[in-house]
Nanobody, 115 residues
Framework: QVQLVESGGGLVQAGGSLRLSCAAS????????MGWYRQAPGKQRELVAA???????NYADSVKDRFTISRDNAKNTVFLQMNSLKPEDTAVYYC?????????WGQGTQVTVSS
């Protein structure tokens, strides 16, 4: 079992920045991959960014060069630094972990970008 707790969402103006945090209940070095997904109203949940246990990262084309995923193994926390935010980034952001071939999700945190 993996519990994931997100924080850091909020309301920001277009062009601003936010940093999301996801604290895991176990050592993230033992987790195959962690990432962030988002879901806007009326849309499907989509991958935003992911980081594998070996450190490889993957980003959606829409956020490349604006968002950065990173992790702090000592704190068992994964971060998503979001810069140059756009109104279309507005969504609920979910932390995800792939552990022992099972998927785990956080409760989600709302990010709202005003124009």
């Amino acid at each position: 079992q993996v519990q994931l707790v997100e924080s850091g969402g909020g309301l920001v103006q277009a062009g601003g920045s936010l940093r999301l945090s996801c604290a895991a209940s176990l050592r993230i070095g033992s987790i195959s991959a962690m990432g962030w997904y988002r879901q806007a109203p009326g849309k499907q949940r989509e991958l935003v960014a992911a980081i594998a246990s070996g450190g490889n990262t993957n980003y959606a084309d829409s956020v490349k060069d604006r968002f950065t995923i990173s992790r702090d193994n000592a704190k068992n926390t994964v971060f998503l630094q979001m810069n140059s935010l756009k109104p279309e980034d507005t969504a609920v952001y979910y932390c995800h972990a792939l552990y022992a071939i099972r998927n785990y999700w956080g409760q989600g945190t709302q990010v709202t970008v005003s124009s």
